[in-house]
């Protein structure tokens, strides 16, 4: 092989790069950010292991989702879609998913609100209103300029999310023997369990599931004229998706984790920071006022990629479970009701933005379920179906995210 070739060997396989990136967006929502500030501030390194844990299950997870787009050209809502015996229950499933999805409007709406709100003083209902207009001009772009295109953008807003929350660690370094402590897994009390449950349903967002076999079925295809070569296609685009899954999951975890740690380090025990603005006003205070705009424009970058990626999930959950389409401006307007109407009553957006992520972890077997299911058969995945250990490890990830859900669900009604 040639230095050309391999030249242009790398250059294809970077063109393979992408769709996960676009997913990992998700990972980097305003309920993300949250959720992790919140648990650093109040319970310091303690939650650390959740972050870990919660971004090595995401991989797997995300990597099922693409593949399933890849091998049928189909997304997870069309399969389950054509495969509900009665039309009651694909409606029925199609609620608790379309909750899911307002539930994900609501974190990534507010978030942008505030965001502004923190650098402009633009009120919060305005706030909400520009950042769900700025979606719409990303999903036209999206429908209009093609999928590539569409990457760039939100791969540019990836890159200021990541600047803008990993700046304030560098200046300010975490203890390591903290961290290290927080890698054993322990709760304390309800609220730590809340947060843990938070912090999941932030990091394995059943929409990012949802999004991604969308985002790789709209990318990818693997047909061509002659068996042999479809099935050695699909080979090559997993092994990229492998590594395009990887670099997105790894700048994930790595700024959800600079994050929950610039709490702990600086901001633990500090009257206030468990809110995202009392957050920059103390991140303002303690390192300057470089490190709370890096903060703040991060938040917003985060908000504004988000809440697109956000819409684009809702719509196609709607396609492939209900098999209507409505008009992109129609549905993005009465997503945003909910959000608009939470920061019109004056609810505390930090406290909204963590209970959002609560009633996403309780969503998540609902996504990830029918995913490992679906990835093991023959019938839909032939010869690329999972390994009996890639489906006991998806099969594992589920029982715990329940495990975790039911014994949250307990400690509040308890009371303990």
């Given at each position: 092989m040639t230095a050309r070739d391999r030249t242009s060997g790398r250059s294809r396989a970077a063109w393979l790069l992408g769709p996960a990136l676009v997913a990992g967006v998700a990972y980097l929502d305003p309920g993300n950010?949250?959720?992790?500030m919140t648990a650093g501030a109040t319970f310091g390194y303690l939650l650390v292991w959740v972050v870990v844990l919660g971004n090595a299950m995401a991989w797997l997870i995300q990597y099922l989702s693409a593949k399933l787009g890849i091998v049928t050209g189909r997304s997870l809502a069309e399969t389950l879609g054509s495969r509900f015996g009665s039309d009651t229950a694909r409606r029925a499933y199609w609620l608790q998913a379309e909750v899911v999805a307002m539930a994900t409007d609501i974190?990534?709406?507010?978030?942008?609100?505030?965001?502004?709100?923190?650098?402009?003083?633009?009120?919060?209902?305005?706030?909400?209103?520009?950042?769900?207009?700025?979606?719409i001009a990303l999903l036209l772009v999206q429908q209009r300029r093609g999928a590539r295109t569409f990457e760039f953008v939100v791969i540019g807003l990836l890159a200021v999310i990541a600047l803008g929350f990993t700046y304030g660690v560098v200046v300010a370094p975490p203890d390591p023997a903290g961290v290290a402590g927080g890698l054993?897994?322990?709760?304390?009390?309800?609220?730590?369990?809340?947060?843990?449950?938070?912090?999941?349903?932030?990091?394995?967002?059943?929409?990012?599931?949802?999004?991604?076999?969308?985002?790789?079925?709209?990318?990818?295809?693997?047909?061509?004229?002659?068996?042999?070569?479809?099935?050695a296609g699909t080979r090559r685009l997993l092994r990229a998706t492998r590594w395009d899954v990887t670099i997105a999951l790894f700048i994930a975890g790595t700024v959800n984790l600079a994050i929950l740690l610039l709490a702990a380090a600086n901001l633990a025990g500090v009257p206030g920071t468990d809110s995202l603005e009392g957050a920059y006003a103390a991140l303002q205070s303690g390192l300057g006022a470089t490190v709370a705009t890096l903060f703040a424009v991060g938040l917003l970058a985060s908000g504004l990629a988000s809440t697109a990626v956000g819409a684009y999930a809702g719509a196609e959950i709607m396609h492939g479970l209900l098999r209507v389409r409505i008009p992109l401006l129609a549905r993005r307007l009465v997503t945003l009701v909910p959000a608009i109407a939470i920061l019109a009553a004056g609810v505390d957006p930090t406290w909204a933005l963590v209970l959002s992520q609560v009633v996403l972890s309780f969503g998540i077997p609902f996504a990830l379920v029918p995913l490992v299911w679906l990835t093991a058969r023959t019938d839909v995945l032939g010869a690329f179906r999972n390994r009996w250990w890639t489906t006991a490890a998806g099969a594992l990830a589920a029982v715990l995210l329940i495990v975790l859900n039911a014994v949250l669900l307990w400690l509040v009604l308890s009371g303990g």
């Amino acid at each position: 092989m040639t230095a050309r070739d391999r030249t242009s060997g790398r250059s294809r396989a970077a063109w393979l790069l992408g769709p996960a990136l676009v997913a990992g967006v998700a990972y980097l929502d305003p309920g993300n950010v949250a959720s992790n500030m919140t648990a650093g501030a109040t319970f310091g390194y303690l939650l650390v292991w959740v972050v870990v844990l919660g971004n090595a299950m995401a991989w797997l997870i995300q990597y099922l989702s693409a593949k399933l787009g890849i091998v049928t050209g189909r997304s997870l809502a069309e399969t389950l879609g054509s495969r509900f015996g009665s039309d009651t229950a694909r409606r029925a499933y199609w609620l608790q998913a379309e909750v899911v999805a307002m539930a994900t409007d609501i974190a990534e709406v507010i978030g942008g609100a505030v965001a502004l709100w923190l650098l402009f003083g633009v009120p919060l209902p305005i706030g909400g209103l520009m950042t769900g207009a700025v979606s719409i001009a990303l999903l036209l772009v999206q429908q209009r300029r093609g999928a590539r295109t569409f990457e760039f953008v939100v791969i540019g807003l990836l890159a200021v999310i990541a600047l803008g929350f990993t700046y304030g660690v560098v200046v300010a370094p975490p203890d390591p023997a903290g961290v290290a402590g927080g890698l054993v897994p322990r709760f304390d009390g309800t609220d730590s369990v809340l947060l843990a449950a938070s912090i999941l349903g932030a990091t394995i967002m059943p929409h990012a599931i949802y999004a991604h076999s969308a985002l790789a079925r709209d990318r990818f295809t693997a047909d061509t004229a002659h068996p042999t070569d479809r099935a050695a296609g699909t080979r090559r685009l997993l092994r990229a998706t492998r590594w395009d899954v990887t670099i997105a999951l790894f700048i994930a975890g790595t700024v959800n984790l600079a994050i929950l740690l610039l709490a702990a380090a600086n901001l633990a025990g500090v009257p206030g920071t468990d809110s995202l603005e009392g957050a920059y006003a103390a991140l303002q205070s303690g390192l300057g006022a470089t490190v709370a705009t890096l903060f703040a424009v991060g938040l917003l970058a985060s908000g504004l990629a988000s809440t697109a990626v956000g819409a684009y999930a809702g719509a196609e959950i709607m396609h492939g479970l209900l098999r209507v389409r409505i008009p992109l401006l129609a549905r993005r307007l009465v997503t945003l009701v909910p959000a608009i109407a939470i920061l019109a009553a004056g609810v505390d957006p930090t406290w909204a933005l963590v209970l959002s992520q609560v009633v996403l972890s309780f969503g998540i077997p609902f996504a990830l379920v029918p995913l490992v299911w679906l990835t093991a058969r023959t019938d839909v995945l032939g010869a690329f179906r999972n390994r009996w250990w890639t489906t006991a490890a998806g099969a594992l990830a589920a029982v715990l995210l329940i495990v975790l859900n039911a014994v949250l669900l307990w400690l509040v009604l308890s009371g303990g």
